[in-house]
């Protein structure tokens, strides 16, 4: 690893190598017990930085993360294709159920125009004595 100089407010020239090291090894340790837990910018500043100071593992880190990007584009991929698949459902029961309710208005409009003594029952009760009388139930 190259020796990593950095001036201080005074302009002396200050060697920060193990402290860069110390920095980056807790980063490294925090990337493996949180793994996928850095954003973009995180991940820019973690492979600058590596390859830089030209630490060992930079290859296995770029890989990782362009292994993240994949697998984050997967999951966006998947997402979208529910989210479509669902608003496709949703709409078909809501055409459904606009089926539905038209085929009672139109069945209790013929009972109310068949047989006057049901004009005082309720849409509800009509489509329930029509199921029944479907059913043979009634």
């Known amino acids: 690893m190259p020796t990593i100089i950095t001036r201080d407010t005074d302009g002396n020239e200050v060697d920060v190598t193990e402290a860069v090291q110390v920095i980056y090894d807790a980063m490294h340790a925090y990337m493996g017990m949180a793994s996928g837990s850095l954003d973009k910018e995180e991940w820019d500043a973690v492979l600058h930085l590596s390859e830089a100071?030209?630490?060992p593992d930079y290859a296995n880190?770029?890989?990782?993360?362009?292994l993240e990007e994949r697998?984050?584009?997967e999951r966006a991929e998947r997402r979208a294709k529910y989210e479509k698949?669902?608003?496709?459902a949703v709409e078909r029961g809501r055409l459904a159920a606009l089926?539905?309710?038209?085929?009672?208005?139109?069945?209790v409009a013929e009972m109310r125009a068949a047989e006057p003594g049901l004009a005082n029952?309720?849409?509800g009760s009509l489509w329930t004595l029509h199921l029944m009388r479907k059913n043979g139930t009634a």
């Open 61 to 66: 880190l770029k890989r990782l993360r362009e």
């Open 121 to 123: 029952y309720t849409d």
């Open 85 to 88: 698949e669902r608003s496709e």
């Open 53 to 55: 100071a030209q630490f």
């Open 71 to 73: 697998q984050e584009a």
């Open 99 to 107: 089926r539905v309710i038209e085929e009672q208005a139109r069945v």
